[in-house]
């Protein structure tokens, strides 16, 4: 018996498809288990995967991480193994820039079977339309019980993404993260709907937001956050959502939003790498991504399963009502210190949105930091 590990991120959406897949994997394939585990979306976003290659065989990691990857030589390239058919396929079907987003130093790190970016989400019972511009929303936040997740992390998932639905340009060089005029105008339309906000959004993820949302007195729309499926599934909690695209801030239409969802990866240490590329392949083609990945409970990231009606019905459209948003997302820089940056900048940010910092002395400290995390590179 061939006994895999794997290791993934703790919500139905991260753990539950890749138990459903790995029991079919091995049913497929007789002699052959896959044994996963799974760590707080805290821990996952801050991914150590130094630590991990030497213990598990397969790795669910988020793109920003592949710098690192890269670097240290712990994972397998995927190019060049024998599965360039299946590379190429997956590489058609990607959901926007799901698949170049493992790509790095010209190697496949990983393969897309997640795809995500911050779109917005309602209550079908008290919103009928959700705000297409980020002024509806400030508009909706003045007089409705709306939620908004500003944790440190996604404070700077939500200034990003403005910046980036606006075309702003971001992260173009290693000296600047973005304009002062334009980071100004990102903040000030944040702070407009920040300040009518209950003080738990500053400590919330977007599935605290979705919890939230869930219950039968919660919050009824909210404007930028990663999409999970989950929430839209008729008996997943007491109250289904529906989601839509990420609001635009000005006349920049869908657009922006920052790329986020999952990869498989193969770690370069275990003594199954064969074994574990071909899972990897199949879970990330699109037979799997549409039939047991989604089934069990995944949100694909292979366009076979965004584009399904039957998929498409059983999540009140969740698919094509949020494709433009992933379609137009922007990509994260990847390199070494990227992560460092991502931690320390939101910090800066969550402490502005709560009134702490004035706008000016934010946007320096940004760029200092961003600036400073290429001395890891």
Not at 210 to 233: F, I, K, T
């Given at each position: ?25 091995a049913e497929n394939n007789p002699g052959v288990e896959i044994q996963w585990e799974k760590r707080s979306l805290a821990d996952f976003e801050a991914l ?16 920003p991480h592949v710098g690192s990857v890269a670097k240290n030589g712990l994972l397998a390239a995927l190019d060049g193994i024998g599965f360039d058919r ?292």
């Amino acid at each position: 018996m061939i006994s895999l590990q794997g290791m993934t991120w703790d919500h139905p959406r991260g753990y539950d498809p890749m138990m459903a897949t790995s029991s079919q994997f091995a049913e497929n394939n007789p002699g052959v288990e896959i044994q996963w585990e799974k760590r707080s979306l805290a821990d996952f976003e801050a991914l150590p995967i130094e630590e991990m290659a030497g213990r598990f065989d397969l790795m669910v990691i988020d793109h920003p991480h592949v710098g690192s990857v890269a670097k240290n030589g712990l994972l397998a390239a995927l190019d060049g193994i024998g599965f360039d058919r299946e590379l190429a396929a997956i590489e058609a079907g990607s959901v926007g820039p799901s698949f170049r987003s493992y790509v790095f130093e010209g190697h496949q790190w990983a393969l897309p079977i997640d795809a995500a970016a911050p779109v917005s989400a309602y209550r079908p019972d008290a919103v009928d339309t959700p705000p297409e511009t980020w002024d509806a929303v400030i508009k909706l936040a003045e007089k409705s019980s709306i939620i908004l997740p500003l944790n440190p992390v996604h404070s700077l998932m939500a200034f990003l993404g403005l910046a980036a639905n606006c075309k702003f340009a971001l992260a173009t060089g290693p000296d600047r993260l973005i304009g002062k005029e334009d980071g100004k105008r990102v903040l000030e339309a944040l702070s407009a709907v920040a300040r009518h906000l209950p003080e738990a959004c500053f400590s919330m993820n977007p599935i605290d937001a979705y919890e939230a949302m869930s219950q039968p007195d919660g919050p009824v729309y909210c404007p930028h956050g990663y999409g999970y499926v989950s929430y839209a599934l008729d008996g997943f909690r007491e109250r289904v959502l529906h989601f839509a695209d990420f609001p635009a801030l000005g006349n920049a239409g869908i657009g922006g939003s920052v790329l986020g969802g999952t990869g498989i990866a193969v770690s370069n240490l275990s003594k199954h790498r064969d074994i574990a590329a071909r899972y990897a392949f199949w879970v990330a083609g699109a037979d799997c991504q549409a039939g047991p990945f989604f089934a069990g409970g995944g949100q694909p990231g292979h366009a076979s399963a965004w584009e399904d009606d039957h998929i498409n019905t059983a999540t009140h459209g969740f698919f094509r009502n949020t494709r433009q948003s992933l379609e137009n997302a922007w990509l994260r820089p990847r390199h070494d210190g990227y992560l460092g940056f991502q931690e320390r900048a939101g910090v800066f940010l969550n402490a502005h949105l709560r009134g702490e910092a004035d706008a000016s002395a934010t946007l320096n400290q940004l760029d200092t930091i961003y600036r400073d995390s290429f001395e890891y590179d």
